[in-house]
């Protein structure tokens, strides 16, 4: 049983962690996509000159936010859900209801890897 629970220790500490580092670098990119941003229009409009990769970098950046707020989101129970249904369930009813939708959120997720791995083969070729 010690081994067990020094094992649960461990695995919310990498849990917290790991929660620590995904907000720093959402934080981080968010600042990164704010600095070029003005970057970008100062030298566009100020030094007539822009700069060529500052558009291609705020759009990659704003992707990995979005993958990152999702994250963060699915950590924080806080995703956008409808639940005039569900709060008329039982509790008990409400347990199963939501190990399905996490199971629904695995699923979506293991088809845009599968699917988002076609399309980066594709795009490759």
């Known amino acids: 049983m010690q081994y067990k629970n020094s094992l649960i220790r461990v695995v919310v500490k990498l849990d917290s962690i790991l929660g620590s580092l995904i907000n720093t670098v959402a934080v981080l990119l968010l600042t990164l996509i704010f600095i070029l941003g003005l970057a970008q229009v100062f030298w566009r409009f100020v030094l007539n000159h822009p700069i060529v990769w500052s558009e291609e ?69």
């Open 57 to 125: 970098m705020i759009r990659l950046a704003y992707v990995w936010i979005c993958y990152l707020g999702w994250i963060i989101a699915e950590r924080a129970d806080s995703h956008i859900r409808i639940t005039a249904l569900s709060n008329r369930l039982p509790k008990e009813m409400q347990k199963w209801l939501q190990v399905f939708c996490h199971l629904l959120t695995i699923l979506f997720s293991v088809l845009m890897v599968i699917y988002g791995g076609r399309l980066i083969g594709a795009g490759a070729k």
